[in-house]
């Protein structure tokens, strides 16, 4: 299986020290109080449209006219919050579409903070957010006014929950903004696109994507698992000049074919946005954030996480869960902590008294030739090495076996254990 580099791997700060150190000393504490000044009145507002905002008894919210006029003073602050944070020139092209046109707006690529910012300040429709967000200070209170869909914290991991929430504001005829989703579920550094998930697109109702560039160098306002999301808000700051470019896309009607295959769908508008913007699409999802974020914790390097899980999951069979189980395994097995296994490290671990013999599974696993094993051939040969060698090798069988109760694992012999 090919792998491609991840679009979720960061690129250090290319800029000199000094022009990073000019920044922090001159523009940051500047910025931060006029956008401070700015944000207090947005605050206010929000304030007192949360206190007065109709709820249905479906869980939805919805304005009044003169509170839809209120919020639109929000609009205006956030855009001039926009402006002293350095986006001093913003350009919107295309229009977006009426709502009977297209019921969901895709904002893709998600790489910074600043995304979710550019949404409240234009309110291009209603966002969807967990009901434990409007406890955070101005981002509740903003949540709160708006007519945003809140979902359960209990639910967020139960699919048709948050796909019964959606449906309903779907349907209903006071409906008048579409439901914006970032559908590649994290942020990255926005050098490619990765796997979109499939809950706008279950629907098989028409999109329209939105296209967000910002930034002359994006390695200022992406915000991944590198650094918090604090540090990734104070370099935007420090950064002289941020251009903005926000883009609607034509409306995109869904074939047949991709009505009934959600995948499809899916895949299919990620792949015609990454052709305008002239990236290009991976198998990189989520889940690879997650296991560069956990390679770091155990001292491996980020890459060592980069799996392309969506081929992995198609492919093999492993579902997240069990990758994240297996890069801890992983991370446990080496002292060097350059992100391979060795041949060594290898015989070490099993502690097999002939060494000829580990050295065939080894070979085996060792996919490139390069004399030792990545994360990613360690995940690949633990799932699929039991169903093509197992029947003929009765000694890939033993120690598989016996790798699986190093582990603590149940031991399996046609299946993988995940």
């Known amino acids: 299986m090919r792998q491609s580099e991840a679009p979720c791997q960061y690129a250090s700060i290319g800029l000199h020290h000094v022009q990073v150190a ?97 949404l409240g300040s234009f309110s291009f429709g209603c966002v969807m957010s967990l009901k434990s967000n409007l406890k955070v200070p101005l981002v509740g209170s903003l949540l709160a006014a708006s007519e945003a869909i809140i979902v359960s914290d209990k639910n967020k991991s139960h699919q048709e929950a948050v796909s ?3 449906r309903r504001r779907l349907e209903s005829p006071r409906a008048t903004i579409p439901v914006v989703i970032f559908p590649e579920g994290t942020v990255h550094s926005g050098r490619g696109l990765i796997e979109f998930k499939q809950g706008a697109f279950k629907y098989g109702l028409p999109v329209q994507p939105l296209v967000l560039r910002m930034g002359k160098d994006p390695n ?21 000049y941020n251009p903005l470019e926000i883009q609607f896309l034509p409306v995109y009607n869904p074939a047949e074919s991709e009505i009934a295959n959600t995948s499809l769908f899916s895949k299919n508008v990620r792949d015609y946005i990454a052709n305008f913007m002239g990236l290009p699409a991976s198998e990189h999802s989520r889940v690879d954030m997650d296991l560069m974020g956990i ?32 890069m801890k395994k992983f991370a446990g097995l080496k002292d060097a902590h350059d992100g391979y296994l060795t ?41 699929d090495l039991f169903r093509p060698y197992c029947e003929e090798d009765v000694f890939v069988k033993r120690v598989f076996r016996f790798l699986c109760q190093a582990q603590g694992d149940a031991a399996q012999t046609g299946e993988t254990s995940c």
């Open 22 to 118: 000019i920044g922090y000393i001159l523009l940051v504490p500047v910025r931060l109080l006029l956008t401070a000044i700015l944000l207090s009145p947005v605050y206010l507002t929000a304030k007192l449209v949360s206190m007065t905002i109709e709820e249905d008894e479906n869980g939805m919210r919805w304005h009044k006219p003169w509170e839809r006029k209120l919020m639109q003073s929000v609009q205006f602050f956030g855009k001039a919050a926009l402006w002293c944070m350095g986006f001093t020139r913003i350009v919107v092209k295309g229009q977006q579409a009426e709502y009977k046109d297209a019921r969901f707006l895709l904002i893709s690529p998600h790489t910074s903070i600043f995304d979710s910012i550019i």
């Open 164 to 166: 019964d929430v959606i």
């Open 220 to 240: 200022w306002t992406t915000w991944s698992y590198h650094h918090s999301m604090l540090s990734s808000f104070l370099h935007t700051l420090a950064c002289p």
């Open 295 to 326: 390679a770091l914790k155990h001292h491996l390097p980020h890459w060592a996480g980069n799996v392309e899980y969506g081929i992995l999951r198609d492919e093999l069979s492993l579902n997240s869960q069990c990758l994240k189980d297996l």
């Open 343 to 383: 041949a060594e490290d290898f015989i070490r671990y099993l502690r097999w008294h002939v060494a000829e013999d580990v050295m065939k599974l080894f070979n085996l696993c060792d996919t490139q030739g390069r004399g030792k094993i990545s994360f990613r051939e360690y995940a690949i040969a633990y799932a």
